[in-house]
């Protein structure tokens, strides 16, 4: 799914969001430094941090990755999502969200309304389950 924002034919690297300040934002982050693709963070402790107050339009439509490291949504709180302007969402935005229970968020089907593509992280944990077996096993 990067591969379909780091490989844009423009010369401006592409721009992502991250939702969270835990142990899986860092993760998240450190993937996008290795792929070149330039981010902000919505922790605001971070330095590098966009505050919740400063998530307005033209900061989610300018990034068209948008990805959800922390737990809103996450069964049983189903009923919660990252406070976005949802409407500046649309079909150039790929929307992830490590959650993988329930199987679409609050927040990707929020995404999903607005034309964006959408991913949750039953994905993530079946590679980091398979990363973890070759350890085990010394592969």
Not at 9 to 29: E, F, H, Y
Not at 44 to 60: G, N
């Amino acid at each position: 799914m990067l591969e379909r924002l780091s490989k844009r034919d423009t010369d401006i690297r592409p721009r992502a969001l991250v939702l969270g300040n835990g142990g899986a934002s860092r993760a998240v982050a450190y993937v996008l430094r290795e792929v070149g693709i330039r981010f902000a963070s919505s922790a605001a402790t971070a330095p590098w941090a966009t505050s919740r107050e400063q998530l307005d339009r033209t900061v989610v439509g300018v990034c068209p990755l948008i990805i959800n490291a922390t737990p809103l949504g996450t069964f049983p709180n189903v009923d919660e999502a990252p406070p976005l302007p949802y409407n500046a969402i649309g079909p150039d935005h790929l929307l992830i969200d490590l959650v993988y229970n329930p199987e679409e968020t609050l927040f990707l089907k929020r995404g999903k309304e607005q034309g964006a593509t959408t991913a949750n992280g039953l994905t993530m944990l079946h590679e980091q389950a398979e990363a973890a077996w070759r350890i085990w096993e010394g592969e």
